[in-house]
């Protein structure tokens, strides 16, 4: 392997381990904050208790998703710098503002979150979790901004004589119709991710002999709002992907969706890949089931349309392009698009199950359900890796669409330094993911604090000097 | 002035923000194996007593360390989008060096996290070492990459391309100076853990902290004195005349205030003294951004080699709405970060009963601590004796 598909598997590596722990910290933050304001409203002791349960999967959560974005952040230096020379007066400012903006308000509020519970009024105390949500929404906007525009530039023109693409309207960069799709299905499935851990950890409560019947009342009531939360999220998650797909089928990069169907040839109507099985090199079927016109009706709304297929486009593009190869790993970008649908969807059918289930006062005890408990956290975490690995692989050989192969942007760096690097991020990244799951099963196996655990002293008189409280 | 201009110096505000907030959490990282020990010491320590003090020195920082590192993450963010060639020369020039304080920084920020979540003395301890080496070593290798930024390193611009090319490895970056400037920010930032844990703790971990600092003043200023002389003497010469002025100005008042630091101290006045020191490290980043200026990555390979503020900034266009953004936004960061200072003022103490997630066993519960005011009292008695104390030194 050279620098290129080492730094590769680098950013991947890094970016799908991250995200599985940042779709929980955006979607985990507003279920707390929302627990700890029913806290409030209702005096209830039971939300509560489950403030401060989920409140520690989420600091757990959290601290994991915080380090690699670090990483994140840094990498486009240190592995991608001809990419980042190219673009930082676009792709950079976002980056910043993301800092700016959103990382000092998460980090900030949340240590006033995990800190100021005998420190701060209730009411403060519970604005700095809804801060710290936004806070994660923000910073997603940004990134998800910076992202759409490698996805689809726009607002910018490339200068000849610096060789960088210069900032032509930052509010189209801000306001790219990629992003305005992107980000709610991304939030969503965030929402998703969230809603799962929550209502997924719950039930298994709920369904466990020793669970005392006051936690199994408490747990019920995450359960239901879990579930309420990955089906609505469900919804907006179908909605903003068929969008999407139509804006990328028909706009944006008819590529991906073509790698998306295993559509080779052009067809009018085209139909839609029940289960494609390529030749080894990637260029036709050789089985495939199918179900006519659906692929014409869901990439355009009409069941009449073209649709283009990948061996057209392979040629067009290298019309258009100069010569090359400007085809994705079509099988990767057709099993993670249907990946990524088939974990989403399940988690939707497990949700709506769920909520059935435990409808007026019900606490089920079913073998099946159990098992839809367990698995139903995982689902999405799968369904989020496949999304990013089928439109980051799906923009290949880009790493700006139509502007810089991704083989451009690399460091001038050598492959030792890289295969270094690699080994010790995956080692680490390893370690810390074994260690990170210890730690919630053991937060989770421990089950809700007691009334007495949770309670929260009054606010300290002022005069006090010193802080006897340790929270670490 | 130019955009550019106004960018470099706000880079160089971060970073000296960044060093100035996170040097105490990483002063403190490295202080917990050598503070974070039961007063008795040696032999008669009590190892649940030590645990206390480690959880006490994590405290004290655990609400604000995250905010201080959000200092680098924007002034990275920043360098990207202002000065994109400089972005793109230097991280990648720095691979190895970033991959080690990334690395770093990975296991610091999980270990103050996760130190707590289990009851487990072997557990406790490998992440104790974990947030020893994860502040040691950024640290050391903050000083030792600004040491080789201001010196130059061998960089190459590709004429066809425009792009950067290291052309040196891993040991040019090991050379005497830049060593000097990592023992320089090494010292400063133990010298700035021990000053936050005098203003940040009682009893005795206080008095010991006191003492480290004293202690800690003097090769803080033989280190950060030697390189500030060392980068007024060598390593201005590219700069405009008014910047290596303002430079040498700058090493002047880190040099006063590491007196200040070393005095104050030793008088006891700890909130004066912190802030002496911080004036320091700041006005050691000042003078070592203005000896670079107005080149940003100068090259050992001939100055057309060097990136500047005019050949690696982003068009005026960009560096406009990042002014707007930040002139809206930064005085907002700067009000809440400075409110959590204000609701975290408090010092911090161990508790009689130990609470929290980690329940330490009535058994091994520390001895009670006397009653706050008395305390204090203790206090100030044993400032007096300070000049001629040093009893139990431990």
Redesign the interface.
Known sequence: MDVLDLSRWQFGVTTVYHFLFVPITIGLGFLVAGFETAWLRSGNDRWLRLTKFYGKLF??N???G??????Q??Q????W??Y??????????P???????A???E??????W???WE??PRKAHNACMWITAAGTVLSAYFILAANAWMQHPVGFLY?LA???D???S?FDVIFNPAVLMGFPHVIAGAFLTAGALVAGVGMWHVMRAKTPAADVRAFRSAVRAGAITVLAATVVVIATGDIQGKMFTTQYQPMKMAAAEALFHTARPAPFSLLTIGNLNGTRAIFEITVPRLLSFLATGNWNDQVQGINNLQQHYSQLYGPGNYTPNVPVIYWTFRGMIFAGLLAGLIALFTLWLTRRDRAPKSRLMLGAAIVLPFLPLLGNAFGWIMTEMGRQPWVVWGQMKTAQGV???SGG?VL??LI?FTL?YGA?AV?EAG?MF??IRAGLPSAEEAQVPAQRAGS????????? | MHLSDLWFIAIAVLWAGYFVLEGFDFGVGILLPFLGRHAGGGAHADPASGDLQRRVMINAIGPVWDGNEVWLLTAGGATFAAFPAWYAAMFSAFYLPLLIVLVALIIRGVAFEYRGKRDSTRWRAGWDTAIFLGSAVPALLWGVAFGNIVRGIPILVSPTTGAERFTGNFFTFLNPYAIGGGLTTFTLFTLHGALFLSLKTTGDLRKRARRTAAAAAVPAIVFGGGFLAWTGASYRSGTTSGAAIASVTCAALAAVALAAVAVLTRLGKELPAFTANAVAIAAAAASLFTALYPRVLPSTLGAANDLSTANAASTAQTLMIMTVVACIFLPVVLAYQAWTYWVFRKRITAPRVAAGPVTVPAARAPEPEPEPGKEDRRHRGLLHRHGSGGRDKD
Request: aromatic residues 12%; without cysteine; neutral net charge.
């Open positions: 600091t757990i959290f601290a994991l915080l380090v690699t974005g670090i990483v952040e840094f486009f230096g240190m592995n710098s001809a980042s020379r190219l673009v930082g007066n676009i792709f950079g400012a980056l910043a503002m993301e800092a700016l903006l990382f000092f308000l980090s900030t509020f949340l240590g006033l995990i800190f100021g420190r701060l200068n610096t060789r960088q210069n900032l032509r930052y460091s001038a760096i330094e270094a690097s010790v680490l810390l260690i730690l053991k937060a006090d000097q010193t802080e006897p409280t340790l929270v670490y």
